[in-house]
């Protein structure tokens, strides 16, 4: 069955350090691939996304993130995380799930604090 | 461009009475909308798919006549909580996929939250 693991439920980072947010996927084709990022009581923004082609992608506020097949991974990174990158990141996969319709499957997201 | 929006933000409704969240796409046509539910730290459970111009596809677990759901229009669907009840408080997110993409990214609304007391 297709499903997303992140593995780490809460993060905190000093503002300035680097980020890696980590995501793992199991699907038995060539997943899309999406991080979002949800700030408190709001909906989820599109960071970036993965279809086909180069597997290195860049996304909005400076963020990219990696699709390493071998590994089944897709994480997140920035260089120099800002305090208002606080926020829940979720990864998701878009799968062909019974049908045409393809549906997100998404992880249990990643809390990141940034403290000064 | 790929705003959609919720109405209302927040809702709150006594217990038995029905409440229904409105999701628009303002500016594109879609298709597909989805509907999902949020409970506090946890990820979006995906509800139902809402085609225009056909049912919706509930997933399973999720009661089709408490959530009915109406995708009347490309740009318009809507999920009305029926006979709700101090636990369907919850966050409900629609997102709305741009008809005619091949590929596959949703576009979310801001989220309603819904109190039933």
């Known amino acids: 069955a297709q499903s997303v693991t992140q593995p780490d439920i809460h993060i905190t980072v000093s503002e300035g350090a680097s980020l890696e947010l980590r995501c793992n996927y199991s699907?038995?084709?060539?997943?899309?691939l999406f991080w979002y990022v949800q700030s408190p009581g709001q909906g989820l923004q599109l960071l970036l996304k993965?279809?086909?082609?180069?597997?290195l992608v860049q996304g909005i506020k400076g963020f990219e993130a990696e699709f390493k097949r071998s590994q089944s991974s897709f994480n997140l990174r920035k260089p120099s995380v800002h305090w208002s990158d606080a926020a829940e990141y979720f990864c998701a996969v878009g799968a062909l799930y019974g049908g045409a319709t393809n549906k997100l499957i998404f992880g249990t997201g990643t809390l990141l604090a940034v403290q000064p | 461009g790929a705003v959609v929006s919720q109405h209302p933000s927040w809702v709150i409704c006594k217990s038995g009475t029905s409440v229904k969240i409105e999701c628009r796409s303002l500016d594109f046509q879609a298709t597909t909308m989805f509907w999902y539910r949020q409970f506090p730290k946890q990820s979006l459970m995906l509800m139902a798919t809402?085609?225009?111009?056909?049912?919706?596809?509930?997933e399973q677990g999720v009661e089709k006549d408490k959530f009915l759901i109406n995708h009347a229009s490309l740009t318009l669907s809507t999920l009305t909580v029926t006979s709700a009840h101090p636990e369907d408080s919850s966050f409900y997110i629609c997102s709305a996929r741009i008809a005619g993409q091949r590929t596959d990214t949703q576009y979310f609304g801001p989220g309603t939250r819904l109190t039933v007391l």
């Open positions: 699907y038995g084709a060539t997943p899309y």
């Open positions: 993965y279809f086909s082609g180069d597997t």
């Open positions: 809402s085609n225009e111009g056909s049912k919706a596809t509930y």
